[in-house]
Nanobody, 115 residues
Framework: QVHLVESGGGLVQPGGSLRLSCAASGTILSFTTMTWYRQAPGKERELVARRLSGGYTNYADSVKGRFTISGDNAKGTVSLQMNSLKAEDMAVYYC?????????WGQGIQVTVSS
């Protein structure tokens, strides 16, 4: 069983920065994929950034150039550096890990962007 814990959310002003972190406990196999998703009120959950086990990353168009995903998939750790935050980035952010065909989710962490 894998358990994911997110940290680093909170309140930030527009234009500010936050760094989210996610750490997995339990047995993690090789070739994992770690992804950050977010869900704003009244909207569907959407992919924000993904990091494959080989280090390849991809981003939602809305965050390209502002967000950076990094981490060590083999250790089950991933971070999301969020810069130049906008009101539309406000959401609950979820960490996701896929390993051996199984999906694991964190509990979600709130990011509020407001002046």
């Amino acid at each position: 069983q894998v358990h994911l814990v997110e940290s680093g959310g909170g309140l930030v002003q527009p234009g500010g920065s936050l760094r989210l972190s996610c750490a997995a406990s339990g047995t993690i196999l090789s070739f994992t994929t770690m992804t950050w998703y977010r869900q704003a009120p009244g909207k569907e959950r959407e992919l924000v950034a993904r990091r494959l086990s080989g280090g390849y990353t991809n981003y939602a168009d809305s965050v390209k150039g502002r967000f950076t995903i990094s981490g060590d998939n083999a250790k089950g750790t991933v971070s999301l550096q969020m810069n130049s935050l906008k009101a539309e980035d406000m959401a609950v952010y979820y960490c996701n890990l896929v390993s051996a065909g199984k999906n694991y989710w964190g509990q979600g962490i709130q990011v509020t962007v407001s002046s």
